[in-house]
C-alpha cells in the first residue's frame, strides 16, 4: 500500500468556531494506482491531501504514507513523495531552472544531477528552451507543468496533485492530463484531487467521492456509475396519445425505474440501458406505436455525486464560495 | 552538517533572488542615506550639546543610530517578501521537502543579514567624507550588533507574516512597533538631552541600550558598562527572535 489512512480528522478554529474540515477519512492507495479525489470545494480535499502530505497535522488519526509513518517520521514521507499544490510552486521573479535546482537540492540531490534530470523532465514535459526563463513568462499550462516538474524532480514513488488543471483552457487541460497518464509508465503512484469530473472520469483507476469531510463513494468510475440506478433512457412519442401505452410497456421491463412522461417523451432509468433497447422496440413495434427518436445516456460522476449526496456537483462548484484556504488560525 | 547544507542552499537562492532585483536593497539604504545627508548637517553645531562633551563631532554620535535604525527597520519589513513568496506556493514547496524547517528560516535570515551588513558598511563609508572617526574595533563590534538585530527583526517580521499571511494584517502591525521603537530608542537624537519622564520611558526599550551601546562602542569605549549592557541586549534578543522564528517555522507544519 502507497498510502494507508485511518480515522483522519483534522477540525480548523475559525471565528465562527471549530470546523471539521475532515471527518474521519479511510483510505487505501496501492502502488500504481492513479486516484482521485472528488468533491466539491470546501469537501475536503485538498485538507486530506495536506495531511497526507505532511503539511498539517491531524486533529486524529492515522495513515502510513511511502511506507513511512506519518506522524513519527514526517521527513521519511516527504522523502518519498512529491507534491504540487494549487497554488503553484515557484516565484514569478525566479528563473525557472534554478527554482527546479534548488528545490531538489533541498532533497538532497547534487547539483550536477538536478541540473541534468531538471532539463531532461523539461524536454519531456514541452518545456523546451524554458529552462533560463523567469517563471511568470510562462503560460498557465507551462507553470503547471513546471509545478510537476518540481514535484517530480526527486524521483518520488507518491505524487500528489491538488487541483491539476483548474484554471487552465480545455486544450492545456487535455495536454496535462496525458502527461499525468505519462506520470503512470514512470512507476509513479498518483493521488489527485479535483472537482471536474470528466477529469476524474478520465484519469483515474479509482475515485473517492468526499462531501462534508466524509468519504460518501469510492471505486472505479464505470463501477460508481453502476451504482447510479442505471441509464437514462428517453423515448420520444410520434403520438402523443400513445404515453399512457408506452409507459404500461416500460413498466413492465425487469428494473425500470424513474419512469416518467411529459406526453411527448417517455423517460426512465435502467440497468444496461442498451442492451434492453433492441426487445424494447420490438415490443413497441408489435403495438403499432411510432417513435421518433430513442437516447440512452450512460449516468456521468454528476448523477453519482447527485445520488449520493442528494446535490448536483455542478451546482456546488458554482454556488460553493466556501474556499478549503479557510485555515489562518490553523 | 545537513542543517548547514540546507541554510546555505536556501540563503543562496534569496541572494541570488535580491541581486536579480536590487531595487529594495538600494531603496532601503537610500533612507539613511537621506537621514545622513539632510539631517546629520543639522547636528553639527549642537555636537557639545548631545554628547554632553563626550564625542568629538556629531556623527560619533549621529552614525550608530542611523546604523541601528538601518538593522531594525531594514529587518523589519523582509516579512513582505514571505508572504510574496507563500502566495506563490513556494513556502508550501519548500515545506513538502525533508529540509530542517529551521534551514529554512536560517538561510532567509542569513540573506537580510548580510545585506544589512553591506549596507551599514555603505554608509559608513559614507560618512567618512563627512568627518566620521571611530575606532577598527568598536567598527567591527558594532557591525556585528547590527547583525545580530537584523537577525532577530528579520526571524521575528517572518515569523509574524507566517502567522497573518497577509499585507494587510502585517503592514500596521509592523509600523505600530516601528513607530514607538524609532521614538524611544534615542536613534535620532539621544535621549539624555530629553526631560527626565521620556529618559525613564525610554529605558524600557532593549534598543536604547543598544543605541548607547554603540555610541560607546564608537567612541571606543568598549569596555564601558553602555557598551557590554548594549551587547547582552542585542544577545538576549537575538536569543528570543531567533527562538521565535525557528518555533513558528516549526509549528506551521508537522
Same mark, same amino acid.
Given at each position: 500500500?502507497?498510502?494507508?489512512?485511518?480515522?483522519?480528522?483534522?477540525?480548523?478554529?475559525?471565528?465562527?468556531?471549530?470546523?471539521?474540515?475532515?471527518?474521519?477519512?479511510?483510505?487505501?492507495?496501492?502502488?500504481?494506482?492513479?486516484?482521485?479525489?472528488?468533491?466539491?470545494?470546501?469537501?475536503?480535499?485538498?485538507?486530506?491531501?495536506?495531511?497526507?502530505?505532511?503539511?498539517?497535522?491531524?486533529?486524529?488519526?492515522?495513515?502510513?504514507?511511502?511506507?513511512?509513518?506519518?506522524?513519527?517520521?514526517?521527513?521519511?514521507?516527504?522523502?518519498?513523495?512529491?507534491?504540487?499544490?494549487?497554488?503553484? +510552486?515557484?516565484? *514569478? !521573479?525566479?528563473?525557472?531552472?534554478?527554482?527546479?535546482? #534548488?528545490?531538489? %537540492? /533541498?532533497?538532497?540531490?547534487?547539483?550536477?544531477?538536478?541540473?541534468?534530470?531538471?532539463?531532461?523532465?523539461?524536454?519531456?514535459?514541452?518545456?523546451?528552451?524554458?529552462?533560463?526563463?523567469?517563471?511568470?513568462?510562462?503560460?498557465?499550462?507551462?507553470?503547471?507543468?513546471?509545478?510537476?516538474?518540481?514535484?517530480?524532480?526527486?524521483?518520488?514513488?507518491?505524487?500528489?496533485?491538488?487541483?491539476?488543471?483548474?484554471?487552465?483552457?480545455?486544450?492545456?487541460?487535455?495536454?496535462?492530463?496525458?502527461?499525468?497518464?505519462?506520470?503512470?509508465?514512470?512507476?509513479?503512484?498518483?493521488?489527485?484531487?479535483?472537482?471536474?469530473?470528466?477529469?476524474?472520469?478520465?484519469?483515474?483507476?479509482?475515485?473517492?467521492?468526499?462531501?462534508?469531510?466524509?468519504?460518501?463513494? +469510492?471505486?472505479? *468510475? !464505470?463501477?460508481?456509475?453502476?451504482?447510479?440506478?442505471? #441509464?437514462?433512457? %428517453? /423515448?420520444?412519442?410520434?403520438?402523443?396519445?400513445?404515453?399512457?401505452?408506452?409507459?404500461?410497456?416500460?413498466?413492465?421491463?425487469?428494473?425500470?425505474?424513474?419512469?416518467?412522461?411529459?406526453?411527448?417523451?417517455?423517460?426512465?432509468?435502467?440497468?444496461?440501458?442498451?442492451?434492453?433497447?433492441?426487445?424494447?422496440?420490438?415490443?413497441?413495434?408489435?403495438?403499432?406505436?411510432?417513435?421518433?427518436?430513442?437516447?440512452?445516456?450512460?449516468?456521468?460522476?454528476?448523477?453519482?455525486?447527485?445520488?449520493?449526496?442528494?446535490?448536483?456537483?455542478?451546482?456546488?462548484?458554482?454556488?460553493?464560495?466556501?474556499?478549503?484556504?479557510?485555515?489562518?488560525?490553523? | 552538517?545537513?542543517?548547514?547544507?540546507?541554510?546555505?542552499?536556501?540563503?543562496?537562492?534569496?541572494?541570488?533572488?535580491?541581486?536579480?532585483?536590487?531595487?529594495?536593497?538600494?531603496?532601503?539604504?537610500?533612507?539613511?542615506?537621506?537621514?545622513?545627508?539632510?539631517?546629520?548637517?543639522?547636528?553639527?553645531?549642537?555636537?557639545?550639546?548631545?554628547?554632553?562633551?563626550?564625542?568629538?563631532?556629531?556623527?560619533?554620535?549621529?552614525?550608530?543610530?542611523?546604523?541601528?535604525?538601518?538593522?531594525?527597520?531594514?529587518?523589519?519589513?523582509?516579512?513582505?517578501?514571505?508572504?510574496?513568496?507563500?502566495?506563490?506556493?513556494?513556502?508550501?514547496?519548500?515545506?513538502?521537502?525533508?529540509?530542517?524547517?529551521?534551514?529554512?528560516?536560517?538561510?532567509?535570515?542569513?540573506?537580510?543579514?548580510?545585506?544589512?551588513?553591506?549596507?551599514?558598511?555603505?554608509?559608513?563609508?559614507?560618512?567618512?567624507?563627512?568627518?566620521?572617526?571611530?575606532?577598527?574595533?568598536?567598527?567591527?563590534?558594532?557591525?556585528?550588533?547590527?547583525?545580530?538585530?537584523?537577525?532577530?527583526?528579520?526571524?521575528?517580521?517572518?515569523?509574524?507574516?507566517?502567522?497573518?499571511?497577509?499585507?494587510?494584517?502585517?503592514?500596521?502591525?509592523?509600523?505600530?512597533?516601528?513607530?514607538?521603537?524609532?521614538?524611544?530608542?534615542?536613534?535620532?537624537?539621544?535621549?539624555?538631552?530629553?526631560?527626565?519622564?521620556?529618559?525613564?520611558?525610554?529605558?524600557?526599550?532593549?534598543?536604547?541600550?543598544?543605541?548607547?551601546?554603540?555610541?560607546?562602542?564608537?567612541?571606543?569605549?568598549?569596555?564601558?558598562?553602555?557598551?557590554?549592557?548594549?551587547?547582552?541586549?542585542?544577545?538576549?534578543?537575538?536569543?528570543?527572535?531567533?527562538?521565535?522564528?525557528?518555533?513558528?517555522?516549526?509549528?506551521?507544519?508537522?
Amino acid at each position: 500500500m502507497m498510502i494507508e489512512a485511518r480515522g483522519l480528522v483534522r477540525t480548523f478554529k475559525t471565528k465562527r468556531g471549530p470546523v471539521e474540515a475532515v471527518q474521519g477519512v479511510d483510505l487505501e492507495v496501492a502502488d500504481g494506482e492513479i486516484v482521485g479525489f472528488l468533491g466539491p470545494n470546501g469537501a475536503g480535499k485538498t485538507t486530506t491531501m495536506r495531511m497526507l502530505a505532511t503539511l498539517i497535522k491531524p486533529t486524529s488519526g492515522t495513515a502510513t504514507v511511502a511506507g513511512c509513518d506519518l506522524a513519527k517520521d514526517p521527513v521519511g514521507v516527504r522523502r518519498g513523495i512529491g507534491y504540487v499544490p494549487q497554488s503553484g +510552486s515557484t516565484l *514569478p !521573479e525566479a528563473i525557472a531552472g534554478d527554482e527546479v535546482v #534548488d528545490h531538489a %537540492r /533541498l532533497y538532497g540531490v547534487p547539483k550536477a544531477k538536478a541540473s541534468a534530470d531538471g532539463q531532461r523532465l523539461f524536454e519531456e514535459f514541452d518545456l523546451p528552451g524554458l529552462w533560463r526563463r523567469q517563471c511568470k513568462t510562462l503560460s498557465g499550462g507551462q507553470r503547471r507543468r513546471l509545478d510537476i516538474v518540481m514535484g517530480l524532480i526527486h524521483d518520488p514513488k507518491l505524487i500528489f496533485l491538488d487541483e491539476p488543471t483548474t484554471g487552465l483552457d480545455p486544450q492545456a487541460r487535455a495536454n496535462l492530463w496525458d502527461h499525468i497518464r505519462g506520470l503512470r509508465d514512470r512507476g509513479a503512484t498518483i493521488f489527485l484531487t479535483t472537482h471536474y469530473l470528466d477529469e476524474a472520469d478520465a484519469l483515474c483507476d479509482r475515485i473517492l467521492v468526499i462531501d462534508h469531510g466524509k468519504i460518501v463513494a +469510492s471505486g472505479t *468510475p !464505470e463501477n460508481l456509475k453502476q451504482q447510479v440506478s442505471g #441509464d437514462a433512457v %428517453r /423515448l420520444s412519442l410520434a403520438d402523443t396519445t400513445q404515453a399512457p401505452a408506452v409507459m404500461k410497456i416500460v413498466r413492465e421491463l425487469d428494473g425500470a425505474v424513474e419512469v416518467e412522461t411529459d406526453a411527448e417523451v417517455v423517460c426512465f432509468r435502467i440497468q444496461r440501458g442498451g442492451s434492453v433497447l433492441p426487445g424494447l422496440l420490438r415490443s413497441i413495434d408489435a403495438q403499432g406505436i411510432e417513435l421518433h427518436g430513442v437516447e440512452v445516456h450512460r449516468p456521468t460522476l454528476d448523477d453519482v455525486f447527485l445520488t449520493m449526496t442528494g446535490r448536483s456537483l455542478r451546482d456546488e462548484a458554482i454556488a460553493a464560495p466556501a474556499d478549503e484556504k479557510e485555515e489562518a488560525v490553523a | 552538517m545537513t542543517v548547514l547544507r540546507e541554510t546555505w542552499i536556501v540563503f543562496h537562492r534569496q541572494m541570488r533572488l535580491s541581486l536579480r532585483n536590487p531595487m529594495w536593497s538600494i531603496l532601503m539604504l537610500s533612507q539613511p542615506l537621506m537621514y545622513l545627508f539632510l539631517f546629520g548637517p543639522l547636528l553639527k553645531p549642537l555636537t557639545a550639546q548631545i554628547s554632553q562633551g563626550q564625542a568629538t563631532n556629531a556623527y560619533q554620535v549621529f552614525i550608530p543610530g542611523l546604523i541601528v535604525q538601518l538593522g531594525m527597520f531594514g529587518a523589519m519589513f523582509v516579512g513582505f517578501g514571505l508572504i510574496a513568496e507563500y502566495r506563490a506556493g513556494v513556502i508550501e514547496a519548500d515545506r513538502v521537502t525533508p529540509a530542517s524547517r529551521m534551514a529554512l528560516m536560517a538561510g532567509r535570515v542569513l540573506r537580510d543579514v548580510v545585506v544589512l551588513v553591506v549596507q551599514s558598511i555603505l554608509l559608513l563609508l559614507a560618512a567618512l567624507p563627512l568627518g566620521l572617526r571611530a575606532p577598527w574595533g568598536g567598527v567591527l563590534l558594532s557591525l556585528v550588533i547590527v547583525a545580530l538585530l537584523g537577525a532577530t527583526f528579520a526571524s521575528l517580521s517572518y515569523s509574524v507574516a507566517l502567522i497573518t499571511k497577509s499585507e494587510d494584517a502585517l503592514a500596521p502591525l509592523l509600523n505600530g512597533i516601528a513607530m514607538p521603537l524609532l521614538l524611544l530608542s534615542g536613534i535620532l537624537l539621544p535621549m539624555q538631552i530629553g526631560p527626565t519622564w521620556l529618559q525613564r520611558l525610554s529605558d524600557i526599550s532593549p534598543l536604547k541600550h543598544v543605541v548607547n551601546g554603540v555610541r560607546a562602542l564608537f567612541r571606543g569605549d568598549i569596555s564601558s558598562s553602555a557598551s557590554l549592557w548594549g551587547l547582552f541586549w542585542v544577545v538576549l534578543l537575538t536569543v528570543i527572535g531567533l527562538a521565535v522564528g525557528a518555533r513558528t517555522f516549526r509549528k506551521e507544519s508537522a
